[in-house]
């Protein structure tokens, strides 16, 4: 059974960083976009951030653009989100999976969004914090 494997989540102060990663272990990434969500307590898991495969598209929810940024290393099978500029409201688990039904990332509301998506793995906690 396919699952994905976040890591790199973990306590920081408002206005630092934390580079997680998603790895895909017995599953080959290529021709997939992968999505980046988050799960704050009491509330829905929404679509951070999307990249395509061999495509330049991306996706970011209006919350994180500008402080977050995706990226993929094909050779290595993983995927990468940079976040910058931290902020409290961004404390949540963050789970990776891939859209197995595009390589180009288009916007949730303009596609089935999160239904989209499959592979989830068990997450990676970020708090942020003072």
């Known amino acids: 059974q396919v699952q994905f494997v976040e890591s790199g989540g973990g306590l920081v102060q408002p206005g630092g960083s934390l580079r997680l990663s998603c790895a895909a272990p017995?599953?080959?990434?290529?021709?997939?976009?992968v999505g980046w969500f988050r799960q704050a307590p009491g509330k829905e898991r929404e679509e951070v951030s999307c990249i395509s495969y061999r495509d330049p598209s991306t996706y970011y929810a209006d919350s994180v653009k500008g402080r977050f940024a995706i990226s993929r290393d094909d050779a290595q099978n993983t995927v990468y989100l940079q976040m910058n500029s931290l902020k409290p409201e961004d404390t949540a688990v963050y789970y990776c999976?891939?859209?197995?039904?595009?390589?180009?990332?288009?916007?949730?509301?303009?596609?089935?969004?999160?239904?989209?998506?499959?592979?989830w793995g068990q997450g990676t906690q970020v708090a942020v914090s003072s």
């Open positions: 999976a891939a859209n197995l039904m595009r390589s180009r990332c288009v916007p949730p509301q303009a596609s089935g969004g999160i239904g989209e998506y499959s592979y």
């Open positions: 017995g599953f080959s990434l290529d021709y997939y976009a």
